[in-house]
């Protein structure tokens, strides 16, 4: 019975590092440096004394998310018009401090040069920003051995089954020894 006990418990502490997944982030010596992984979604942000503007390429849309400076509350009820080298858009409110312009050149891969007039209630101020928007083939790959990755759930699930099938074997020969041993 000691046996046993010994062997589960080694079992035990053995178990979490069996299907443990090695993680990045640190620096391993020499090695060149991974790629930065974009973002989701290219962005500009724009921010004078009044306004605080995030510009979002969504889709074939651009979605501007605008707040005050000095309290973080979104902006309802603006007029927002976006300059981008073509003619001037309107957007429209989607939410509270949220807008949103149709197709624009933005969706377009290159660095654009964004003037974006806000006039809320008495205060009106030109936000500028440039937004890059990167070719859809440099989007960066996913690393194939990253966490939660196919790959490491399947190696996680062997290495389970495989301390399963130890501790059956174990217990399998545990209860032979006991049987052929006279009491």
Same mark, same amino acid.
């Given at each position: 019975?000691?046996?046993? &006990?010994?062997?589960?418990? #080694?079992?035990?502490?053995?178990?979490?590092?069996?299907?443990?997944?090695?993680?990045?982030?640190? +620096?391993? @010596?020499?090695?060149?440096? /991974? *790629?930065?992984?974009?973002?989701?979604?290219?962005?500009?942000?724009?921010?004078?004394?009044?306004?605080?503007?995030?510009?979002?390429?969504?889709?074939?849309?651009?979605?501007?998310?605008? +707040?005050?400076?000095?309290?973080? *509350?979104?902006?309802?009820?603006?007029?927002?018009?976006?300059?981008?080298?073509?003619?001037?858009?309107?957007?429209?409110?989607?939410?509270? @401090?949220?807008?949103?312009?149709?197709?624009?050149?933005?969706?377009?891969? @290159? &660095?654009?040069?964004? %003037?974006?007039?806000?006039?809320?209630?008495?205060? #009106? +101020?030109?936000?500028?920003?440039?937004?890059?928007?990167?070719?859809?083939?440099?989007? #960066? /790959? =996913? =690393?194939?051995?990253?966490?939660?990755?196919?790959?490491?759930?399947?190696?996680?699930?062997?290495?389970?089954?495989? #301390?399963?099938?130890?501790?059956?074997?174990?217990?399998?020969?545990?209860? &032979? &020894?006991?049987?052929? %041993?006279?009491?």
């Amino acid at each position: 019975m000691k046996f046993l &006990r010994i062997f589960y418990v #080694a079992l035990a502490l053995a178990a979490p590092s069996l299907t443990s997944h090695a993680h990045g982030g640190e +620096d391993h @010596g020499d090695a060149s440096a /991974p *790629a930065p992984v974009a973002s989701a979604a290219p962005r500009a942000q724009a921010q004078s004394e009044d306004f605080e503007l995030v510009a979002e390429v969504q889709g074939q849309a651009l979605v501007l998310f605008l +707040d005050r400076f000095d309290s973080n *509350a979104p902006v309802v009820g603006a007029q927002v018009e976006v300059d981008s080298g073509g003619p001037p858009a309107m957007a429209a409110e989607t939410a509270p @401090g949220v807008y949103r312009v149709a197709a624009g050149p933005w969706t377009q891969p @290159g &660095r654009h040069a964004l %003037t974006v007039s806000v006039q809320a209630g008495d205060t #009106a +101020d030109l936000l500028s920003a440039t937004l890059d928007v990167p070719a859809a083939a440099a989007a #960066a /790959p =996913a =690393a194939s051995l990253a966490v939660g990755s196919p790959a490491t759930t399947k190696r996680g699930l062997w290495a389970l089954a495989g #301390a399963l099938a130890l501790a059956a074997l174990g217990g399998f020969a545990w209860r &032979r &020894r006991r049987a052929s %041993t006279p009491s």
